[in-house]
């Protein structure tokens, strides 16, 4: 079984930079595609960015595309989504998962392990 953390959230100005990290424990981590959804108050928990396991392929929503980059170190069992040109719509509790079920990556549903989440806040 993965557990997963979060850290790396904070308080930060609207064009700011910040990175998330997540560490896995678990032996199995380099063979789970992971991922990075979001959840702002009164709203879904959406997609954010996902990292395969196996092809290594990067997949963005299109709110994110060009400013959010998810990366991954096997070695050391790590996630990370480094985040720039931060903007207020950006506010929201970030969680990464493990997608342990086989469908779209873009689909919380079929990611069944989950971090308890790390708050980012951009307000000037």
């Known amino acids: 079984q993965v557990h997963l953390v979060e850290s790396g959230g904070g308080l930060v100005l609207p064009g700011d930079s910040l990175r998330l990290s997540c560490a896995a424990s678990?032996?199995?981590?380099?063979?789970?595609?992971m991922g990075w959804f979001r959840q702002a108050p009164g709203k879904e928990r959406e997609f954010v960015a996902a990292?395969?396991?196996?092809?290594?392929?990067?997949y963005y929503a299109d709110s994110v595309k060009g400013r959010f980059t998810i990366s991954r170190d096997n070695a050391k069992n790590m996630l990370y989504l480094q985040m720039n040109n931060l903007k207020r719509e950006d506010t929201a509790v970030y969680y990464c998962?493990?997608?342990?079920?086989?469908?779209?990556?873009?689909?919380?549903?079929?990611?069944?392990?989950w971090g308890q989440g790390t708050q980012v806040t951009v307000s000037s």
């Open positions: 998962a493990a997608k342990t079920v086989a469908g779209p990556v873009t689909e919380k549903r079929f990611y069944t392990i």
């Open positions: 990292h395969t396991w196996d092809t290594r392929t990067t």
């Open positions: 678990g032996r199995t981590f380099s063979w789970l595609s």
